[in-house]
């Protein structure tokens, strides 16, 4: 009785704790600083749908997008009714040469507006396509979007963000690296954590494609140059959600120096076990001995290998077993008792305490940066704009002189000018209107008559 009265005061010291946690400050989102932008003069004189459709006209013309267009047409976005016409935009940028200059406010203006207005299965479908848009979230934007998602408890998405920085190996900044790890977590932790929205299950991707074998009645067979042999990376090519979180799970466990602590143990077990690499876990189990490890994650790994459907892996039931044995073999881990949101809470709590402030100043710095560039981009295209202006301008003048020229040196030049005009003129062969005369056959057998010469 008296064991259970105080790990129910535990538990509830937890959930006190835990409610009275705190992410951001709002003084994070540097607001007035964001804003600032549409009170340069650039951006002030900017109306959308005038600069949409002059965008619009001169790709259909020229299949030309300037790259600072789409980034004031970015940054001047401020309603909900421009966000696919932008999205639309950066798509068709991706397909000129200007795309290489895209500016990094452009990745920042579209994250920014796309979680403003709460569209975040879009934010993820934009993200998701590399190639089409080529978007990508720095370590600000990264931070504003994983805690918003959090606050709005949208786990799911959270993870999914997560996850697709896991696949740029990229976990540098501690917060976004704590962030991360929590929304894992509570992915992985909630009941109905089956797959991400944008990426169907495995087994309802074989249905349909099997589905779709037995509609087919004739085959059409294509020729091609040649085949491409069936590759797959293991990173970029990954659509099973399950192994997407296991390998974020294993990204972030580098990142806290794996087995060298709790929670990078907890997380690389959690991860092999998600990511179904069962010959690398048996090696980590085996090295786990007299080391820490979260109780709670254990009893994930356990629920995590119960729910695995392709049981038929060679090394499943040795890494089960190894499973099982960790806490009981001798030299086992040392089993920590505590709650593992509550230590991946701490240390997303240590490190917005350690960085949030730096940050804040880094990016107001980075705001002001980007409006300079931007007027400096500008006046650079207009004085570039000027300049082939007043070439042309020459180029016009030079023939016009040439032209003036020739009419008041007419008659000094007559001769030549005849020269040149009949040096112009074409000469084109004379055709022949009657009628086609028949080829002359030669006849083989021909034997000339003998010639007598007189004497």
């Known amino acids: 009785m008296l064991k259970l009265f105080v790990q129910h005061n535990r538990r509830l010291a937890e959930s006190v704790w835990m409610s009275r946690r705190t992410f951001l400050s709002e003084a994070y989102q540097c607001r007035d600083a964001w804003n600032a932008r549409l009170t340069t003069p650039i951006l002030a004189k900017v109306n959308l749908d005038t600069l949409y459709y002059d965008l619009e006209q001169r790709f259909q013309q020229r299949n030309k997008i300037s790259a600072l267009d789409i980034d004031i047409y970015a940054n001047k976005l401020i309603d909900e009714q421009h966000i696919?016409?932008?999205?639309?935009?950066?798509?068709?940028?991706?397909?000129?040469?200007?795309?290489?200059?895209?500016?990094?406010?452009?990745?920042?203006?579209?994250?920014?507006?796309?979680?403003?207005?709460?569209?975040?299965?879009?934010?993820?479908?934009?993200?998701?396509?590399?190639?089409?848009?080529?978007?990508?979230l720095d370590d600000y934007a990264a931070t504003l979007t994983l805690d918003q998602l959090i606050k709005a408890k949208e786990f799911r998405y959270a993870a999914r963000i997560a996850t697709l920085l896991a696949l740029q190996e990229d976990f540098s900044n501690p917060i976004v690296r704590a962030l991360s790890l929590y929304s894992c977590y509570r992915f992985a932790k909630a009941p109905d954590a089956e797959h991400f929205d944008d990426l169907a299950p495995t087994e309802q991707v074989a249905a349909e494609a099997e589905g779709q074998k037995k509609k087919k009645k004739d085959e059409i067979k294509v020729r091609v140059k040649f085949l491409r042999n069936e590759y797959f990376d293991d990173h970029f090519d990954l659509k099973d959600s399950q192994l997407l979180l296991g390998k974020t799970f294993l990204e972030l466990s580098r990142s806290y120096g794996s087995s060298s602590n709790a929670i990078g143990a907890s997380c690389e077990l959690l991860g092999l076990a998600l990511y179904r690499k069962y010959e690398q876990g048996l090696d980590f189990v085996g090295k786990l001995a007299g080391k820490e490890l979260v109780e709670e994650v254990l009893q994930m790994v356990r629920s995590v290998l119960e729910k695995e459907q392709s049981k038929e892996h060679e090394k499943y039931g040795a890494f089960c077993e190894a499973i099982e044995q960790l806490t009981t073999a001798t030299g086992g881990c040392k089993l920590k008792k505590d709650s593992f949101e509550k230590l991946i809470l701490e240390l997303v709590n240590k490190s917005i305490a350690d960085n949030e402030a730096s940050q804040i100043e880094g990016q107001k710095k980075t705001y002001s940066d980007w409006c300079t560039l931007r007027q400096r981009r500008l006046d650079e295209e207009l004085e570039r704009l000027q300049r082939a202006k007043r070439l042309k301008e020459i180029e016009q003048l030079t023939v016009d002189m040439e032209k003036e020229e020739q009419k008041l040196w007419f008659f000094e030049n007559e001769d030549k000018i005849d020269l040149e005009i009949d040096r112009k003129r074409v000469f084109y062969p004379k055709r022949w209107f009657g009628k086609k005369k028949k080829p002359r056959t030669v006849d083989v057998d021909y034997v000339p008559p003998e010639v007598r010469q007189r004497n």
């Open 84 to 136: 696919d016409e932008v999205a639309d935009l950066l798509y068709k940028f991706r397909l000129t040469e200007e795309t290489s200059n895209t500016l990094d406010s452009t990745h920042h203006a579209l994250v920014r507006n796309y979680l403003d207005h709460q569209c975040y299965a879009q934010l993820i479908d934009v993200l998701n396509n590399r190639i089409g848009y080529g978007i990508f």
